[in-house]
């Protein structure tokens, strides 16, 4: 048979019960006084928040200002298909931008004077220059090659957005380099990443990092002033808008698929 609680025990249990149904009623006032003000606030401010709201729709309407294609299209992280074509469309002086020589000039004399060298002569841009992109070497794909064989020039530049670096890549994209010192005497290894980052593979070979968020960004600005077609300027503001925020901690959510490229 079941006791019955001590009658003291009983006593404080029903007491205990009364002080948290008083505490849930005053907890309900509390709500309903608060929803009751809130709802008198709003009913006050509403009108001008709605007239607000009306007219940044208006203003969007008209300036799409939140709107990039390259995010539309999901594509923004996209290495190859993206960064790589996208580039080395620009500083190829046959690109469909019709601009020649302006892009590729301004990444040559920035990549000049950012290892303190003299910039190329105004002759050497009136030579023919080739572009390619995944170009298929012994020593792997490189990302975007420029070479000026008239002037025994070569570039190599390898892009690293998301993806990690392979087993000694960039010590055998200078390997290709060096096998190739008999028709070009200017020979440069460009190491393109988010933040400029060193790379891990050179093997104490001479390789320069280059960043989206400084490097390049800086050199599409000194191109921007010398634009004139509207349309090629919006489409490199939004590339911009791309490059400025690529982040180390986005190439690192990236690199825990553990992408090679």
Same mark, same amino acid.
């Given at each position: 048979?079941?006791?019955?609680? +001590? +009658?003291?025990?009983?006593?404080?249990?029903?007491?205990?019960?009364?002080?948290?149904?008083?505490?849930?009623?005053?907890?309900?006032?509390?709500?309903?006084?608060?929803?009751?003000?809130?709802?008198?606030?709003?009913?006050?401010?509403?009108?001008?928040?709605?007239?607000?709201?009306?007219?940044?729709?208006?203003?969007?309407?008209?300036?799409?200002?939140?709107?990039?294609?390259?995010?539309?299209?999901?594509?923004?992280?996209?290495?190859?298909?993206?960064?790589?074509?996208?580039?080395?469309?620009?500083?190829?002086?046959?690109?469909?931008?019709?601009?020649?020589?302006?892009?590729?000039?301004?990444?040559?004399?920035?990549?000049?004077?950012?290892?303190?060298? +003299?910039?190329?002569?105004?002759?050497?841009?009136?030579?023919?220059?080739?572009?390619?992109?995944?170009?298929?070497?012994?020593?792997?794909?490189?990302?975007?090659?420029?070479?000026?064989?008239?002037?025994?020039?070569?570039?190599?530049?390898?892009?690293?957005?998301?993806?990690?670096?392979?087993?000694?890549?960039?010590?055998?994209?200078?390997?290709?380099?060096?096998?190739?010192?008999?028709?070009?005497?200017?020979?440069?290894?460009?190491?393109?990443?988010?933040?400029?980052?060193?790379?891990?593979?050179?093997?104490?070979?001479?390789?320069?990092?280059?960043?989206?968020?400084?490097?390049?960004?800086?050199?599409?600005?000194?191109?921007?002033?010398?634009?004139?077609?509207?349309?090629?300027?919006?489409?490199?503001?939004?590339?911009?808008?791309?490059?400025?925020?690529?982040?180390?901690?986005?190439?690192?959510?990236?690199?825990?698929?553990?992408?090679?490229?």
């Amino acid at each position: 048979m079941k006791k019955s609680a +001590p +009658p003291q025990r009983a006593a404080d249990l029903a007491e205990m019960a009364a002080f948290f149904d008083r505490l849930a009623r005053a907890h309900s006032e509390r709500i309903t006084q608060d929803l009751e003000s809130f709802t008198r606030q709003w009913e006050r401010f509403s009108p001008g928040f709605l007239e607000v709201l009306a007219i940044a729709r208006n203003s969007e309407r008209k300036s799409a200002s939140a709107y990039n294609i390259f995010r539309v299209l999901r594509v923004e992280h996209d290495e190859e298909n993206t960064h790589s074509r996208f580039l080395a469309d620009l500083l190829n002086p046959r690109g469909s931008h019709g601009q020649g020589h302006l892009f590729l000039k301004a990444f040559l004399d920035h990549c000049h004077e950012k290892q303190n060298s +003299p910039p190329l002569s105004r002759d050497a841009f009136s030579m023919p220059w080739y572009v390619e992109t995944e170009k298929g070497t012994q020593q792997g794909r490189i990302d975007i090659v420029i070479a000026c064989p008239e002037a025994g020039y070569l570039v190599a530049i390898e892009n690293k957005v998301f993806a990690t670096e392979q087993e000694r890549q960039i010590k055998r994209y200078h390997l290709w380099l060096e096998s190739l010192s008999h028709g070009y005497a200017h020979r440069f290894l460009f190491f393109l990443t988010p933040d400029g980052r060193q790379p891990t593979t050179a093997g104490g070979c001479g390789c320069v990092a280059l960043s989206y968020r400084g490097d390049v960004s800086q050199i599409l600005r000194v191109t921007m002033d010398k634009l004139v077609a509207p349309h090629l300027r919006a489409i490199i503001d939004q590339y911009l808008e791309i490059v400025e925020n690529l982040t180390p901690e986005n190439e690192a959510r990236h690199e825990h698929g553990q992408i090679h490229c």
